[in-house]
């Protein structure tokens, strides 16, 4: 019978001890992540949690036999609300090795990045906003942050108070910010169309969190908002539903990144909901979608750096917690992208929104081991990316299924 990676590894650990720290895996088609790049035929060895080799297949004694599985580099979910450690090992076993969490109420996100980094529970690498710092800052932000009590009964305003709130997030732990340009979406009481944060406020933010090399991530779907805070410096637009084309353009000069969150909005637009609420989401969905999916377009045809995020929870129970990678990825291709391409935008851009493609989000030697095994080829057959075979974090196995194979 076939060994799985663990059995194989224990077996390699009796039989050579002195040589445990190196995996070989062998037999493999690799798609490395980095825009332009096909997919090859290697072995590759993994050493001390890092890509040490990758040299051209040929069986090899000892490795473990892939026997042509697609191996791609672990998905990096630019845009979540992971914020406890059972959706933070659903985010890991979905092949997220890494993710930026956008909004987590009570700050439940930053001590579950802790608890991951710390080793007492499994999951993807964090890096957390710890809140949404917008004029209505709201009470479970509040509840984590009482010294801003004031702003219960009236919203923050002007660039000094948003600066002072950006500076607590971050004395807190926050390893990004997070802003509102634009009214939230989910909610019927909101408008999407409508700016939050000025320009002037943006641009306090952006100048805060750069204070302590910190990047602003912007939640903005109307026009203004985007272009206030494109202009602004953020590092990138999350939605942005009706950004127009002037900010597009000014978005590919000033490198701002664009995480479109589509496949969120299927179950933003469910018609299962049956009260007054959810009927307005739906409505006001199918108005989104069409404008978001135009925008994706235009970004691609700019050469905008898009990148995939869920905007999911990854919780049970609810819709917001069932999108994955592969929903977006699926989205991006009926966008124009190819395969390939909307991989990349899962993996090697989403590194280079976090800032961290220098050591993860790709597949080559001296990078950190963050893959994701796949069965079949995901050019001819995407949903195999909703179905890991093998997902390995720092080296280490997070997930195995090869014996189900
Ligand atoms: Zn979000």
Redesign the pocket.
């Known amino acids: 019978m076939r060994k799985s990676l663990l059995q194989w590894l224990a077996i390699a650990c009796l039989a050579a001890p002195a040589a445990a720290a190196d995996q070989w895996l062998s037999n493999a088609h690799l798609y490395d992540g980095l825009p332009g790049s096909t997919v090859r035929k290697v072995n590759l060895r993994i050493t001390d949690g890092r890509i040490a080799e990758i040299t051209s297949a040929q069986s090899r004694p000892g490795a473990l036999d892939l026997r042509g599985a697609y191996v791609l580099p672990g998905f990096i979910d630019a ?3 992971i914020e406890d450690p059972a959706s933070a090992r659903r985010a890991l076993h979905s092949g997220v090795t890494t993710t930026r969490v ?2 987590d109420a009570f700050l439940k996100g930053l001590a579950t990045r802790d608890l991951v980094r710390d080793g007492y529970v499994p999951g993807p690498q964090m890096l957390v906003s710890g809140g949404h710092v917008r004029p209505q800052l709201g009470e479970a932000f509040i509840l984590s942050f009482p010294q801003f009590g004031r702003y219960l009964a009236a919203p923050l305003q002007g660039s000094e108070q948003v600066a002072e709130v950006v500076r607590a997030v971050i004395a807190r732990g926050a390893d990004v910010v997070k802003v509102g340009a634009s009214e939230r979406a989910g909610l019927a009481r909101t408008d999407p169309r409508r700016q939050e944060l000025s320009y002037e406020e943006l641009r306090a933010a952006v100048l805060e969190a750069a204070r302590s090399g910190r990047f602003v991530a912007a ?1 903005a779907h109307d026009r203004y908002g985007a272009n206030a805070a494109v202009r602004a410096g953020v590092r990138s637009i ?1 939605h942005g539903t009706y950004v127009d084309e002037e900010t597009l353009i000014l978005m590919r000069k000033q490198g701002t990144f664009f995480v479109p ?1 589509l496949a ?1 909005m299927s179950p933003l637009g469910d018609p299962r909901g049956d009260d007054a609420d959810a009927v307005a989401l739906q409505l006001r969905t199918l108005h989104m979608m069409r404008p978001l999916r135009d925008a994706v377009r235009k970004a691609r045809a700019l050469g905008i750096t898009v990148a995939v ?1 869920t ?1 999911s929870s990854y919780g049970d129970g609810d819709d917001y917690g069932r999108v994955r990678p592969g929903h977006e990825i699926m989205e991006l291709i009926g966008c124009g992208y190819s395969a390939l391409e909307a991989i990349t935008a899962a993996t090697y851009n989403s590194a280079r929104v976090l800032g961290i493609e220098s050591r993860t989000g790709s597949i080559a030697v001296g990078l950190e081991a963050d893959l994701l095994i796949v069965d079949r080829d995901p050019r001819v057959d995407p949903t195999t990316l909703f179905e890991p075979l093998l997902v390995l974090s720092d080296g280490r196995i997070a997930l195995d299924r090869l014996a189900l194979r």
């Open positions: 845009h979540t609300h956008l909004g939640h999350e969150t969120i995020g905007d």
